[in-house]
């Protein structure tokens, strides 16, 4: 969100301090201000769209001490799941396999959780049909 009010801002002070009718005719001779407009709002889309990428450098840069460990810890965590993740070749569109990759896991609590219902999603592939 930062990067996109940055570029947003950015964006719309250059484009202010350039030629308003060049620029609307570049853009399909649209009306100067619907241009300016236009051309703001796109600067800001590629701001937003950029966030991520710039937030994940500068939080390298800031934690690089402790990144060798999380991603250690991330990839015994990927293991885990791997390993308590029930088959999915069982599913049908009435019982679906739960978060078959973890990805709603915030919490020791939620992986509890996670673990609960792959064993109730194992249990109930193997009861029999009545």
Known sequence: MITGL????????????????????????????????????????????????????????VHRRSIRQMEVKEKDFYQRIKKNRCDPSAQSVSNPVPDYYGEKISSVQGYRQWLKDQRAFRKKREMPSL
């Open 6 to 61: 940055a570029t947003f801002a950015g964006g719309a002070s250059f484009l202010m301090t350039q030629d308003l009718e060049k620029l609307s005719g570049v853009l399909f001779g649209l009306d100067p201000v619907m241009a300016l407009g236009l051309a703001s709002l796109v600067f800001g889309t590629i701001g937003w769209l950029t966030g991520p990428f710039a937030g994940e450098a500068v939080f390298r840069i």
